[in-house]
């Protein structure tokens, strides 16, 4: 059974107590009784005023106006000054238009399926949220996150235009994290991981050449090379990552120029690259005169141990690496850093300006304030403390409610559990019967450049409390004992 909107907000009443979340808010409450009301109203008729509001709710004008704010944003209602607001009125139905010339002009498809849309669409609210790969609000640091934008607010300047390369202060902070002896002129700032991902691949690998992927890979980046006619060839991985013998045969067939790889927390699989094998790839990848693409997506996420430092250290210009602060500090925080040595800098460069000029200033100067703030490692602490808690609830309740899926690794950071299902269920019409009873999970044929070796699903800890998790667990465990009796 889906759960309703109200009945979401119920679940999270409930479980506070097993995690500490945000009490709906006055105003909230509010939008919900008024919304409820507004149902009765002929569409255009007047909505009763802030004072008669007030008086019937016994609420403060504040919470009042809020509450009509949060209705205007949602498209309900309109407010005309001097006049009044009123119930939003239907559009007009306008006659379809005949649109099939378009499929003759654009020709054939570059992506593969709607399911890369499906992959990158935030979740439903009205799902429990286990394909979601960003924290929730309840591990973001919000109150941080509104100081530092009302301080980045008030700078002169502020609303100008950026360097193009990005604030030095920034691309400085980031050089310092990734080490291998890298300067703020080796650091261009760009709108997110995503962007980053698309720019890299696109300045380094032309059209209808190769370029090699560890298989199962992040689906974004194969969105990334699918759409820019980029030919994606997987290289099998195991519990250790990508298989380095494998991965010289692959640049023999294909004289592919570059790899792409996630060696810290690896989504979706979660595995990671050991110290050995990181020199054997990077040794792979010399002789195959060949640049490494290192997402290090989850630098921030580790849950047990001390990470390796990045491939880029050790490099010797050989690695292009690629980090994000979405996943650490909040899904809207589009600020991300690629930094590179040589030639192919200038490459990145001329992309990144072709493509949108620069990032918002405002943005970096909130990044810039959050990341440089004296909490900003407690924050990190907390962020961690709670993601183990979640991946630890996540195995047991696996464990518990659905034993005939395989973990085929139990990640040490990153936020996310790689699942085989057994043999003949059809991962697709899983995740969409998991839809149908109120639980969002990413089917796992998107992740891989090829065929698949068998059925998989990614399930995701970092949105969803202890409680959350095992409610939308045992639902998939009842779902596959329900397709199998």
Not at 7 to 13: A, H, R
Not at 411 to 427: A, R
Not at 455 to 481: P, T, Y
């Amino acid at each position: 059974m889906t759960i309703t909107l109200l009945g979401l907000y119920m679940f999270y009443d409930n479980t506070m107590q097993s995690e500490m979340r945000k009490p709906i808010r006055a105003s909230e409450h509010l939008a919900l009784q008024i919304q409820i009301e507004l149902e009765v109203l002929q569409p255009g008729a007047q909505v009763p005023s802030v004072r008669a509001l007030t008086k019937r709710h016994k609420a403060s004008p504040v919470t009042v106006q809020r509450a009509i704010t949060n209705l205007v944003r949602a498209g309900l209602i309109v407010t005309k000054p001097g006049h009044g607001t009123f119930k939003i009125e239907p559009p007009k139905a306008v006659p379809s238009s005949d649109l099939s010339w378009q499929s003759l002009t654009l020709g054939a498809r570059t992506i593969v399926s709607d399911e890369i849309q499906t992959l990158l669409s935030p979740p439903s609210a009205s799902n429990i949220p286990l394909g979601s790969g960003y924290p929730d609000e309840s591990l973001q640091p919000l109150a941080m996150l509104a100081a530092a934008m009302t301080r980045a607010g008030r700078r002169p300047g502020i609303w100008a235009r950026a360097p193009l390369d990005g604030l030095e202060p920034l691309r400085a902070w980031f050089a310092q994290t990734v080490g291998g002896e890298a300067r703020a002129n080796d650091v261009l700032i760009v709108p997110g991981g995503q962007a980053a991902v698309s720019s890299t691949m696109r300045a380094m690998v032309p059209p209808g050449e190769a370029i090699l992927f560890e298989s199962p890979t992040y689906f974004g980046a194969l969105a990334v090379a699918q759409s820019a006619g980029i030919r994606a060839v997987p290289v099998p991985t195991d519990q250790e990552g990508i298989r380095p013998e494998l991965l010289e045969v692959a640049f023999k067939n294909t004289n592919a120029r570059a790899v792409y790889l996630q060696p810290l927390y690896a989504n979706p699989t979660g595995t990671s690259l050991g110290l050995e094998r990181r020199r054997a790839v990077l040794d792979v990848a010399a002789r195959a005169g060949a640049f490494i693409i290192e997402d290090d997506y989850a630098r921030e996420l580790t849950l047990d141990g001390t990470a390796l430092p990045p491939m880029f250290a050790q490099g010797d210009g050989r690695v292009v690496y690629i980090r994000s602060l979405s996943k650490c500090a909040a899904p809207s925080l589009r600020v991300a850093a690629v930094i590179a040595k040589g030639a192919v800098m200038n490459r990145l460069r001329t992309t990144r300006a072709v493509d949108d000029l620069f990032v918002s200033l405002e943005l970096q100067e909130v990044a810039l304030e959050l990341v440089t703030s004296s909490g900003w490692q407690k924050h990190l602490k907390r962020l961690r403390d709670h993601l183990r808690a979640r991946r630890d609830a996540t195995i047991a309740a696996l464990v518990r409610y659905f034993p005939q899926a395989r973990v085929t690794h139990v990640p040490t950071g990153g936020f996310s559990v790689w699942l085989e299902l057994p043999t003949g269920t059809n991962e697709i019409l899983f995740a969409q019967h998991a839809a149908t009873a109120g639980v969002q999970i990413s089917a796992g044929r998107a992740w891989f450049p090829a065929e698949a070796p068998g059925s998989f699903v990614r399930l995701s800890f970092a949105a969803c409390d202890q409680l959350m998790l095992e409610e939308g667990i045992k639902r998939l465990g009842k779902i596959w004992l329900e397709q199998h009796q």
